[in-house]
């Protein structure tokens, strides 16, 4: 472990030992610090559990030609387990298949809800989905257009209503105590500017996540949020790229940094793990204490 460097000339301060009479100080470069070894081992034991109970099991990610869909499902690919991709056309997603050469496509409009249920319906097991669909329109709340109200609703909420509702079901049917997380946003908990229904849509997230979590506890399904504040990935050549908008906004987190995407799949993948068996109905802020405000 990295950050335990400890001289070897020096007992660590909880040791229990007791030199005997007359041993001098050079005599403790010989101490054997089995506490830290053992914790050592008990830390990778931790670790290699977590991946372990992965193994073999089966990870739908819908929305999955997002940015942080595509890293989801990148890093689900590593932890031994089957990973469909769900949502999007069929060219991208064998563009995404070509790095991932394990992972199976259902390519699908995501918004048809009849065929959405009908691209699922081959799929004999899942133990886990993650929500990624997402859109979103910059328009003041004078210029919203009804197309934008129902473009950023309908994958932002409905089309993971949809997914949810038919997992959810085989969850039921097969006694799988599954579960699920959505990605939602820091946009659900506080107004930011010209995005106005998309912190509607990703607010009504929140409130489905939880009020799911009431119903399907009782089958032992957890389901789960995560809002993560501005992605990095999106500083470049997205609405952030543009400091007017991005210098407000860190000057309001704590910790004087954005999201990493890979700090977004380590939720997610704790989330599903079970390490968190008794976490649901969470809508988990990864915002750098941005919440805190």
């Not at 010989?30 to 008990?42: K, L, M, N, Q």
């Not at 739908?60 to 940015?67: A, D, E, Q």
């Not at 469909?84 to 199976?104: D, F, R, T, W, Y």
Request: include cysteine; hydrophobic fraction near 40%; aromatic fraction near 4%.
């Amino acid at each position: 472990m990295e950050d335990l460097k400890w001289n070897k000339n020096e007992i660590p301060t909880g040791c229990k030992c007791v030199l005997p009479e007359g041993v001098g100080q050079s005599s403790r470069s010989s101490h054997t610090i089995g506490t830290i070894v053992a914790e050592d081992r008990r830390v990778q034991m931790r670790l290699n559990r977590q991946i372990h109970s992965f193994q073999d099991k089966i990870a739908i990610v819908s929305g999955p030609l997002t940015k942080v869909g595509k890293q989801i499902v990148a890093e689900l690919s590593k932890h031994d387990m089957v990973v469909i991709a769900v949502g999007g056309p069929e060219s991208e997603l064998s563009m995404l298949q070509k790095s991932l050469p394990n992972l199976e496509i259902i390519p699908v409009d995501l918004l048809n809800w009849t065929e959405t249920e009908a691209a699922l319906s081959n799929i004999d097991h899942i133990d886990f989905l993650v929500n990624c669909s997402e859109f979103n329109a910059l328009k003041s709340v004078a210029d919203i257009t009804e197309d934008d109200v129902d473009c950023i609703l309908r994958n932002n909420l409905k089309a993971i209503i949809n997914i949810t509702r038919i997992v959810v079901t085989k969850f039921i049917q097969e006694c799988v105590r599954g579960a699920i997380v959505n990605v939602s946003s820091q946009a659900s908990k506080a107004g930011i500017r010209n995005q106005a229904t998309f912190c509607a849509s990703k607010a009504g997230l929140d409130g489905y996540t939880r009020a799911a979590a009431l119903e399907l506890g009782s089958f032992g399904i957890r389901i789960n949020c995560i809002n993560p504040t501005v992605l990095t990935s999106e500083l470049d050549g997205d609405i952030w790229s543009d400091s007017r908008m991005s210098s407000p906004m860190l000057s309001r987190i704590p910790l004087k940094r954005f999201c990493n995407p890979q700090e977004i799949a380590d939720a997610i993948i704790f989330l599903l793990s079970d390490q968190a068996s008794l976490i649901t109905g969470v809508c988990l802020p990864i915002d750098g204490g941005f919440s805190c405000c």
